[in-house]
Each structure stands twice: as structure tokens, then as C-alpha cells.
């Protein structure tokens, strides 16, 4: 069984950064790629980031790209998504998620493996 747990997230002013922990027990995720994905309220989950196996491609939302970067540390079990240059429509809960293959992937439907979410406010 794979659990994902998500931190680090909080409330942050606009133009304001956050990073964003998922780490992973049960077993190693070192083979899988992962993903970001959010919900804001009334809306549906969208993908945010994700990462291969090896940490060596990435792909982001449009709406993101320049401002957020994913990455992972294979030997701790982690991938991070460090959020710069926050905006109020940044706000939402924030997903992990894992696939069960070693590339990247947009869509919900490719990731098997969930977190619990933590959720980001950007305000002032």
C-alpha cells in the first residue's frame, strides 16, 4: 500500500513563495513519475506539474510555467513543488499524486496513488 502526505502548505501574500512536500511510505516511489494536481472551491481537480522517474523531465500547466517547479529526491522518498510569484488564483488544495509508470502524464485518470491534499491561500 502507498500512502502520500502532503505539506507545506498555509496562507502566503500575493507575490509571495510556498514549497510544497509529498513524501511517500509504504514503499519506494523511485520508478514512478508524480504530479500536482489542485482543486480550487467549485472547481474541478486540474493538473498542475509532474516529474518522471528520475526527476530528469518535467511538464507544467500553463498557467504556472515560470512560476512553479517540481523536483525529487529519490533517496528521501520526496518530490517537492516549490510556488513563486503566488497569486489569489493560485489558491486551492493542492494534490500529490503517483503514477503507476515511469513517465510523465497530465491527466487524472494516469495516477493510481493519492494524497490527502494541503491546502494553499494566497491573499493579502
Known amino acids: 500500500q502507498v500512502h502520500l502526505v502532503e505539506s507545506g502548505g498555509g496562507l502566503v501574500q500575493p507575490g509571495g513563495s510556498l514549497r510544497l512536500s509529498c ?3 509504504g514503499r519506494t ?3 514512478n513519475a ?3 494536481f489542485r482543486q480550487a472551491p467549485g472547481k474541478e481537480r486540474e493538473f498542475v506539474a ?3 522517474y528520475n526527476g530528469r523531465m518535467t511538464y507544467y ?3 504556472v510555467k515560470g512560476r512553479f517547479t517540481i523536483s525529487r529526491d529519490n533517496a528521501k522518498n ?3 513543488l516549490q510556488m513563486n510569484s503566488l497569486k489569489p488564483e493560485d489558491t486551492a488544495v493542492y494534490y500529490c499524486a503517483a ?3 515511469a513517465t510523465t502524464a ?3 485518470r494516469d495516477y493510481t496513488y493519492w494524497g490527502q491534499g494541503t491546502q494553499v491561500t494566497v491573499s493579502s
Do not use: F, Q
Open 23 to 25: 513524501t511517500t511510505s
Open 34 to 36: 508524480m504530479g500536482w
Open 99 to 101: 503514477r503507476l509508470g
Open 106 to 108: 497530465l491527466e487524472i
Open 29 to 31: 516511489l523511485s520508478s
Open 61 to 63: 500547466a500553463d498557467s
Open 50 to 52: 509532474t516529474i518522471n
Open 78 to 80: 520526496t518530490v517537492y
